[in-house]
Nanobody, 126 residues
């Protein structure tokens, strides 16, 4: 069972930055692709970014491309989402997710992720 714990959310003004972290409990973390998703009130969960198991392939949603940077440190079993130039429309609960063990390829589909964190709130004020 993989446990994911997100941190780093909070309240920030438009144009500001936050860095989210997601720490995994599983020692085989380096074998799993990871992703970040977000869900705003009244909206469906949407894809933000995904990274393959060795960090070589990273994909972003169009809405965050150029502003967000996803990375991973397999030695620390942690993924990071650096969010710059934040906008009020980025306000949401952000979820970290892991694909199943030994599934290395990234995905933008929530249904292809097996493990989820509890979420961390990001609020961007205008």
């Amino acid at each position: 069972q993989v446990q994911l714990v997100e941190s780093g959310g909070g309240l920030v003004q438009a144009g500001g930055s936050l860095r989210l972290s997601c720490a995994a409990s599983e020692r085989t973390f380096s074998t799993n692709a990871m992703g970040w998703f977000r869900q705003a009130p009244g909206k469906e969960r949407e894809f933000v970014a995904t990274i393959n198991c060795n960090g070589a392939n990273i994909y972003y949603a169009e809405s965050v491309e150029g502003r967000f940077t996803l990375s991973r440190d397999n030695a620390k079993s942690t993924v990071y989402l650096q969010m710059n130039s934040l906008k009020p429309e980025d306000t949401a609960v952000y979820y970290c997710a892991s694909r199943s063990l030994f599934i290395c390829s990234p995905s933008d589909r929530p249904s292809e992720y097996h493990y989820w964190g509890q979420g961390t709130q990001v609020t961007v004020s205008s």
